[in-house]
């Protein structure tokens, strides 16, 4: 972060001129929500120029993982006095707490990004999806995954950067992949299914 920061990266100019410390850009996240009173956002009407939520108050984070993911992204330091700042403490902050269903996701994204497109003139945008869904086919095809790709994408010239978050219950074997050749052939799976503490006589599989 300090190299880029500094502005002496191997970058050709006009980006190792100046730094990019997230001046003029948008950062968004759909996560828990933001612990508004947290000394590296502040001050706050300035640093968070915008805020979305379906229900509860988007400043407010019981959780804290909205809170930690923003710092990394954006946080100015302020609390360890400039030791531990995130990669772009220049940036305007734009907070979506969600629900967590996809359409939730899908709703808050497009509009963090339509609020980035509003101004005057429009802002580059990075949202940030710091989630994972263990149901569906993985591989791009789904309704949200389109969605979120489609925004993503947006017209020609689009300012926009949607990261998301990829492989967080990889080392739960969760997912595999297996192809038939002939339309009409099979093949054997076996499947080890595991308890969970929380839902012990619950057992969920997803075939596409």
Request: proline fraction near 7%.
């Amino acid at each position: 972060a300090e190299i880029v920061q500094a502005g002496t990266s191997s970058f050709p100019p006009p980006f190792n001129t100046s730094g990019l410390r997230g001046d003029n850009v948008y950062l968004g996240f759909v996560d828990t929500g933001l612990y508004g009173a947290h000394p590296d956002f502040q001050p706050v009407a300035s640093r968070i120029v915008h805020t979305y939520s379906s229900s509860d108050d988007p400043l407010v984070d019981e959780d804290g993982h909205g809170t930690h993911v923003a710092g990394i992204a954006a946080g100015n330091g302020f609390a360890s006095g400039g030791t531990y700042a995130g990669m772009a403490p220049g940036a305007s902050l734009m907070v979506g707490k969600s629900s967590f269903t996809t359409t939730d996701i899908v709703a808050a994204t497009q509009n963090l990004i339509a609020f980035a497109e509003s101004r005057t003139p429009p802002r580059p945008v990075a949202i940030n999806l710091s989630l994972g869904l263990v149901a569906g086919p993985n591989d791009g095809t789904s309704g949200f995954e389109s969605a979120i790709n489609s925004l993503a994408t947006g017209a020609s010239g689009s300012r926009r950067l949607i990261a998301v978050a990829a492989g967080n219950e990889q080392n739960l074997s969760e997912h595999f992949r297996t192809v038939v050749e002939d339309p009409f052939g099979t093949r054997t799976i076996a499947l080890y299914p595991l308890s969970s503490p929380s839902s012990p006589s619950f057992l969920q599989v997803d075939i596409w």
